[in-house]
């Protein structure tokens, strides 16, 4: 019997980003299960806090480079030439291996928590290359003081889940 595999994301801050403005913010892995159960492993790097123009919360520009070299090549060299068989809707990402993380403050988490909900830290999307092709990836991180890092998961985004997701949440008046 074959024990079940599950995505991973880590993230620790970068001590050597101090200063360096070049540096990433945080560096971390990422391990994602393709839909036939094949894991593919990622150096996570983010670079931030950038302040979103459109009034949103922060975010990271994160790159993930497949540990494989030869991964790492074909990931370079793939363009994209149609859509993303599970396409996020209403966001796009237009280059494999990049994504965009975004922070919560520590007031949004504990006052998720005073509701009891457990929210992630940091949460966004990636495009990467896997062995069946160009996926989407959701990634959730929370803090683990104990350890002082962060860690969370990175599966293929489903777009049934999250359809559902959409539905079920309580509109949104303006004002």
Sequence with gaps: MTEPKYSDFTL????GARGNERAPTLKGKTK???????A???????WGPNKAQSGGPDFYNVTFTPRDPAH??????TELDGPVLNAIEGFELNKLG?????????????????EGKSLPKFYGHGLVLLPSGP????????????HN??????????RTAAAAA???????HPG
């Design 72 to 77: 790492a090549a074909r990931q370079l060299k």
């Design 98 to 114: 990049t994504g965009r993380l975004f922070e919560r403050t520590d007031e949004q988490v504990a006052a998720a928590k005073k």
């Design 32 to 38: 994602v299960i393709d839909g036939d159960g094949t």
């Design 40 to 46: 593919t492993e990622f150096e996570t790097a983010a």
């Design 12 to 15: 620790n801050f970068n001590p």
């Design 135 to 146: 996926r989407y990836i959701d990634m959730s991180a929370w803090h683990r003081p104990e």
């Design 166 to 172: 959409r539905a079920a949440r309580p509109e949104r």
């Design 149 to 158: 890092f962060y860690s969370g998961n990175a599966p293929l985004h489903d």
